[in-house]
Structure formats: structure tokens, C-alpha cells
Nanobody, 123 residues
Framework: QVQLVESGGGSVQPGGSLRLSCAASANTYSSNYLYWFRQAPGNEREGVAVFGTRGGFTDYADAVKGRFTISRDNAKNTVYLQMNSLKPEDTAMYYC????????????????WGQGTQVTVSS
């Protein structure tokens, strides 16, 4: 059964930090690529970070480079998104996703999605 469950969202002041977690079922966690996407009201879905499980490849959206870090814990079948120096424009629903292909980064349509966790950055 495919399952991705996000947690860790919340409200934080600008400049603060949050760590999102995504617990994945074993068959999903073995996907070639694990993603974090986000979508704010009225905006298109955008890729935030991607982790290539076959070699540790990572990539980030320009807007978050240097502030966000994607990582995983194999023992826990969990992928994380550490978010530092948060800005109001980071406010969005954040989704964990998985796909066998890196094309999903560009299509923004991975095969498997979690239910999302809300991140709000506001003073």
C-alpha cells in the first residue's frame, strides 16, 4: 500500500525554523525520487526539494536554496525538510511525494502524494 504521511507543519515567525517529516510506506520509500512540493492559495504548485534515493542527489527551488535541506532516515523510512530562515512567502501547504522519475520535478505531478501539512510564516 502506498502511503505518505506528513507532519511538522505549524505557525512560525519570520526568521524561524520548522522541520517537516514524511513517513513513507516501504514500497513508496523505495521510489527513485522523494519530493517536497508546496502550494499557496492562488498559486501554482511548485517543487521545493528533491532527493534521489539511488545516490543522494538533491536539488532545490531557487527560492529556498541555502535555507532548506532535504534528508532521509532509512531506518525510519522517513524523509525530512529542514526549513530555516523562514519568510512569509514560504507560507503554503507542503506535500511529500514520490515517483520513479525525476520528470516529476518538472511536471509537478508525481505518482504518489501525502495529504499535506500547513506552514504559516507570519509576525
Amino acid at each position: 500500500q502506498v502511503q505518505l504521511v506528513e507532519s511538522g507543519g505549524g505557525s512560525v515567525q519570520p526568521g524561524g525554523s520548522l522541520r517537516l517529516s514524511c513517513a513513507a510506506s516501504a514500497n513508496t520509500y523505495s521510489s527513485n525520487y522523494l519530493y517536497w512540493f508546496r502550494q499557496a492559495p492562488g498559486n501554482e504548485r511548485e517543487g521545493v526539494a528533491v532527493f534521489g534515493t539511488r545516490g543522494g542527489f538533491t536539488d532545490y527551488a531557487d527560492a529556498v536554496k541555502g535555507r532548506f535541506t532535504i534528508s532521509r532516515d532509512n531506518a525510519k523510512n522517513t524523509v525530512y525538510l529542514q526549513m530555516n530562515s523562514l519568510k512569509p512567502e514560504d507560507t503554503a501547504m507542503y506535500y511529500c511525494a514520490a515517483d520513479s522519475s525525476l520528470r516529476a520535478w518538472y511536471s509537478r505531478s508525481p505518482n504518489y502524494w501525502g495529504q499535506g501539512t500547513q506552514v504559516t510564516v507570519s509576525s
